[in-house]
């Protein structure tokens, strides 16, 4: 049963001191309350509070590392079924694998494309995460090679390590230990030695089931074993047995706090067909519904890149605007001569806008008003992006000591502005810029400055 920011604050030393980067005792509860902030970062809690409060208010989907340091990868800790009920917290990873049958030049290629394949959009890093080395000959020797290999060549993926062997499974997490890769799996007739390796060797565990029930009694035997973090692989092998067995799951940890199913989800698109392209469209419909993890047989851009995407819109925060600090942004080496340009702090526009403007070559300075992330017209009808704002951020920027001109330009939506911002900005001359972000690059190369006033 969650704990309500009242109930935490009386288990709190009440010293206000602001250790934890927040104010007071009384708000630090309520962000506790409210998964916001973990209860250990209050220094002067006890370690007994701490395991009551840290077990009250965790998410109903554990939170799983995978990995170390700052290129692990987290999965889980999410606590609604529904992104426009909050939002969805950690995004599912997306895992090629790696078999110690495949040759030499599958290997390569596989490992190659999980560092090639990078995309940055809105001021993101788009990319793979993991990486699953599957012990497909049964044989620690062969296994343990390829783990090695893989590290060497890919030292900031996260690992998956997958056998039904416990003892070459441990082989292989000898060499990477450090790492605290995801060791997959125990089953029924294994769980006890896996269950002792994960302990040994402190690393997360995955457990696979036949099926969802079989998959929960699993994970009920890991629990009772003292074991937290699980990822559960309920065997599912279709799309409509995966999403079906996903939906159950996230339904019962979240609104029946069931805790043998509030872990994240792993899944295999990559083992249920062998068209590339059924293999993206599963794990496309398994992203959006609650995969922790969805391991695919290859990366390739052109099914990889809307893989990202997808994954991109499902767990951007719908409460809070994707937005750029409000700056001035030189662009293409300006100089004293060279354009100004103001527009918005919406991600999407300041990333489409500079990229055009980089695209043109024109050296230019970018201007970027704080709109609390709304877009120019949105921002403009509520206000955020009127005559006077715009007229007092181009005073106290510091734009005018860069520049010998004094002409604004300003998006061609905002055209009905021009004489209210020309009476706040009497120096200058405001420019109407284009509609389209596209007709900036051929705007950009006619343009010359106006005459100073
Ligand atoms: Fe209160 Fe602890 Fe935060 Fe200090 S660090 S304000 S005692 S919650």
Redesign the pocket.
Request: glycine share 6%; hydrophobic share 20%.
């Given at each position: 049963m969650a704990l309500t920011g009242i109930q935490i604050l009386k288990m709190?030393?009440?010293?206000?001191?602001?250790?934890?980067k927040?104010?007071?005792?009384l708000a630090?509860a309520m962000k506790v309350a409210a998964g916001q902030v973990e209860i250990g970062?209050?220094?002067?809690?006890d370690d007994a509070v701490k395991e009551t409060i840290g077990e009250a208010s965790a998410p109903p989907i554990r939170t799983i590392k995978i990995g170390a340091g700052d290129a692990a990868f987290t999965s889980g800790g999410e606590t609604c079924l529904f992104r426009h009920e909050k939002r969805f917290e950690n995004p599912t990873g997306i895992g090629v694998l790696l078999t110690t049958t495949m040759d030499d030049q599958a290997i390569a290629s596989r490992i190659e494309n999980f560092k090639k394949l990078q995309y940055e959009r809105v001021g993101v890093l788009l990319k793979a995460d993991l990486i699953a080395v599957k012990d497909a000959k049964n044989d620690a020797g062969s296994f343990a090679a390829l783990v090695q290999k893989v590290m060497d060549s890919a030292p900031t993926a996260s690992l998956i390590l997958m056998s039904d062997s416990a003892a070459n499974l441990s082989a292989a997490a000898k060499v990477c230990k450090d790492k605290k890769p995801l060791l997959y799996g125990a089953t029924a007739g294994n769980a006890n030695e896996m269950a002792a390796l994960a302990k040994d060797v402190a690393c997360p565990l995955a457990v696979r089931g036949k099926n969802l029930d079989e998959a929960v009694t699993i994970t009920e035997e890991m629990m009772k074993a003292g074991l937290k973090d699980l990822i559960i692989d309920t065997g599912a092998r279709t799309i409509r047995a995966a999403l079906e067995d996903n939906i159950v799951a996230r339904r019962s940890a979240v609104t029946k706090k069931y805790k043998p199913l509030g872990f994240p989800t792993i899944n295999f698109p990559c083992e249920m067909t062998e068209d590339p392209m059924m293999e993206a469209m599963i794990a496309s419909v398994l992203i959006a519904k609650y995969a922790g993890i969805v391991i695919l047989s290859d990366l390739q851009g052109d099914t990889l890149f809307p893989l990202l995407l997808e994954r991109l819109n499902i767990f951007t925060d719908p409460q809070r605007p994707m937005v750029v600090e409000e700056n001035i942004y030189p662009l293409n080496g300006p100089g004293p001569d060279s354009p100004v340009i103001i527009t918005c702090n919406f991600s999407l526009t300041y990333f489409i806008v500079s990229g055009e403007i980089e695209g043109s070559k024109v050296p230019s300075w970018l201007l970027i008003k704080d709109t609390e992330g709304l877009s120019v017209l949105t921002a403009w009808a509520a206000g955020k992006f009127g005559a006077d704002l715009i007229a007092q951020f181009i005073k106290k920027s510091g734009i005018e000591e860069k520049i010998n001109h004094r002409e604004l330009l300003i998006p061609g939506y905002l055209a009905s502005i021009k004489g209210e911002l020309e009476e706040e900005l009497p120096q200058w001359t405001i420019t109407i810029g284009p509609r389209e972000a596209g007709h900036i690059p051929a705007f950009l190369k006619e343009w010359k400055p106006a005459p100073k006033k």
């Open positions: 709190l030393p009440k010293k206000n001191c602001g250790e934890c927040i104010p007071t005792c630090f970062e209050c220094p002067y809690v």
